[in-house]
């Protein structure tokens, strides 16, 4: 059985910025591989070199050596023409389209097959009537661009891409000027194309939780240049997310690949058991708290959770005596009370 060959590859690639006076090195030695069907996402703090790499593997900005193929080919012997059969790219710069409609701006992802001037054929009208369908813009087809919002862009210019209809599609923050449901279905499309209709996808994200959840590779970019490369689980379950992304006051929680801006304390550790929701969303509470989880029950103190059909119950074991509380915020004022140096006054329950 023959293998699969890449649609993009990059071999001992370097990227930066070359001037008359110098040459900045950003990362360099990149070995990558981004094959048919595969939603890729790369992360990485800002200043890492993230617009600089997609734009390099783009063709909008000179690489300082190595070498790049786009489905097989030397991106540097390909004409503009050709590129734009292969590759489509949204970037998140601001779009110039003068007075067009947002229909007249999608339309042109035809042109690198009919020309500027070239007749639409039946098959165009079939993918501009594919791309509007999947990218959601069905509202804003007789809008002018210059009236749309930044993310009612967004989605116009992912629509483009998709009648481009080229088998590399490249995205540089396409989540970053949309709500929150926006995004998550913006990250679901995605995903669902590349599976549909085999085509390769790369993205660069801030979106941690959602790339965590759609992509089936993600490039971890560090500030030194380095970049790893791996299935999101691996990376969370070896601690490449937490040494990235490491900073004082952020704490990365492997069992729930999330970052906590509240660092759990040493001090007051807890062991959480009960219902799977209800533990989820102590956790959370007491970490904002500064205070610490333990993995053992042999804690100082146990708070059990469950839910009933009134709501959640929460028991508080702590030397021997137990409390019941039915509420977060009591839950949290007694545990206060509790380990406090003066622990009059009345507990709530």
Known sequence: MSSISAILETRALKIGYRSKKNIRNVADNLNLRLMPGQLVCLLGSNGAGKSTLMRTLSGLQPMLGGEV???????????????ARKLSVVL?????????????????GRTPYTGWLG??????????????????????LDRHIHQLSDGERQKVMLARALVQDTPLILLDEPTAHLDLPNRVEM??????????????ILLSTHELDLALQTADEVWL???????ITGVPED?????????????????????????????????????????????FWTKRALQREGWGISRYRDAACVIASRDNDKGAVWEISLHGKTTQVTSM??????????FSDNSGGERLS
């Open 69 to 83: 193929y786009i489905d097989g080919e030397l991106l540097s012997n390909l004409k503009p023409t050709e590129l």
């Open 92 to 108: 998140t710069d601001r779009i110039e389209a003068g007075n067009l409609t947002a229909r007249e701006v999608i339309t042109l």
């Open 119 to 140: 007749a639409l054929t039946d098959i165009d009208h079939e993918k501009i009537s594919e791309g509007i369908r999947s990218g959601g813009v069905e509202d804003l």
């Open 187 to 200: 990250m679901r499309l995605l995903h669902v194309l590349a599976r549909q209709t085999g085509k390769a």
């Open 221 to 227: 970019m560090s500030a030194g240049g380095a970049l």
């Open 235 to 279: 990376l969370v379950l070896n601690g490449s997310f937490e040494a990235v992304f490491a900073k004082s006051n952020l704490f990365f929680d492997r069992t729930t690949g999330s970052f906590h801006i509240h660092t759990p304390g040493e001090n007051h550790k807890f062991y959480l058991e009960g219902d799977e929701k209800s533990v």
């Open 329 to 338: 915020q009591a839950l949290i004022l007694n545990l206060r009370l509790l």
